[in-house]
């Protein structure tokens, strides 16, 4: 896929990305409290360090898509008592954002994304939409929950991943994917965490 053929597609990323969201809200309602010290995917975070990063997630790039340039948009913020409708909220805080009619006509300020200039709205939504396939199954690891998406939808999240740049900054700290793993079955799921820096082999154990 060409980065231009994603310009093209605005009203199937919207609905691709709304699915990846509502897949990751329906997987994080399987959680108990005692999940959230499980360990997960992302190295060294356990499963509330990635309820905090999805919850402050949505809300950056929700403000984002208002237009607003304010870096606390972008702040952890805390669980609270109800971890799961705190990150709930965050997502359908998220998906009305990007409801708005205009959404693609705006330009999107993202300070997690090292760029001097605005991303047009159309790119801003597939970065959303792969952190979404990436964290649904993220999250399907950490709870030991089955994850199944269209296929048509893993076919796009692919072409998005496989334009993500892969090299030595992908060991660089803070880097958003680790270096690329070789994959060689035929999920199309698995060959995009592989390609991310995720082990499609992954199994976690119970945090102490």
């Known amino acids: 896929m060409h980065i231009n053929y994603l310009a093209e597609q605005t009203s199937r990323l919207r609905e691709l990305n709304a699915t990846a969201v509502r897949t990751n809200i329906e997987l994080v309602s399987h959680a108990r409290a005692a999940d959230l010290t499980r360990p997960t995917p992302c190295a060294g975070w356990a499963f509330a360090d990635l309820l905090v990063h999805m919850t402050r997630q949505h809300h950056g790039f929700a403000a984002a898509a208002r237009g607003s340039t304010d870096p606390e948009d972008w702040r952890p913020r805390a669980l609270g008592t109800d971890p799961v409708n705190t990150y709930r909220e965050s997502a359908e805080h998220l998906l009305n954002s990007f409801a708005a009619g205009d959404l693609f006509e705006r330009t999107f300020e993202l300070p997690e994304f090292a760029s001097p200039e605005p991303f047009p709205a159309w790119l801003a939504v597939s970065f959303h939409f792969l952190d979404y396939v990436v964290h ?38 803070g880097s958003s994917f680790g270096p690329e793993i070789s994959y060689s079955g035929e999920s199309a799921l698995e060959a995009i965490m592989a390609h991310l820096g995720r082990s499609p082999e992954w199994a976690g154990t119970t945090a102490a």
């Open 136 to 173: 649904a199954w993220d999250v399907a690891k950490t709870l030991d929950l089955g994850l199944e998406f269209d296929p048509g939808l893993l076919t796009v999240a692919l072409d998005i991943a496989r334009i993500v740049p892969t090299g030595e900054q992908r060991a660089a700290a």
